[in-house]
């Protein structure tokens, strides 16, 4: 499986999972949000997935250290990701930025290291929009204040316009500045946006859909084999990412297709189980999972005890 990982392109992984996603995106395109939007909402962010110096040479992070990022651009409509970029481990978040194709009137939601404003001024000159954490303290003029209240944790929400020597030129436009106070963990958040049509509690709701992208990393990580891999070439490791984001994209497409009212992960446990029976897939899905079979490994540990 090694040499096969070095010597087959990643390329056609690549392309067959983008297959999958453009037919995934289709079944989950009338999914609702967490907020009341009819445009399309993306997360983007970025995990870092660790490997072993002394096999990955080639993707040096630190000084004993090695790394690759997975850029991953998340549709919050069914969680399905539809852009993915594999790099060095050194790479800045905000580089991959440049990679990206503007969807005119799609919300993009982004923590604080893709704020870099010659950038986000491509999304406003798109006709797209852009949710992000502001920096501290930023060189600005307020504009205009819009009244907010309170109680639904809003703190402000503000017109803004950069006036610092470098910012005012790479964004001349003006801004909005909301803060919310985040009461579940005891946070205030500054969130800035080129949006200035729908309310300040969507766009902090927006920023909060945003967690669903740090659910999916963990999920595919935990999942789907993505910390121990055949091979050590960069072949072979953007191979078997781009194996693994088909694997999670088909399972989705699974659930939706058939119906089904399991998790991602009791359907991908199924799967793992039923691989080598000639079972129809919805009746295998249909049926109870086998407690004995999933601890039959970890039973075999126990045949002395008492």
Known sequence: MADANQRRDWRIFADFAHILIRRARVLYASDPLAVDLEQTVYAMDSTTIDLCLSLFPWAHFRTAKAAVKLHTLLDLRGNIPCFVHVSPGKTHDVNVLDRLLIEPAAFSVMDRAYLDYRRLRRFTIAGAFFVTRAKRNPRCTIRDVRPVDRTTGLRSDHTIVLNGIKTATLYPESLRR????DVEHKR????????FAI????????YKCRWQIELFFTWIKQHLRMKAFFGTSDNAVKTQIWIAISVYVLVAIVKKELGVQRSLYEILQVLSLTLFEKTPLFQALQAEIDASKQDADRNQLKLFDL
């Open 188 to 195: 205030r958040i500054v969130f800035i946006t080129n949006n």
């Open 199 to 206: 309310p300040a509690l969507t766009i902090a709701g927006l």
């Open 178 to 181: 909301g803060a919310f106070y």
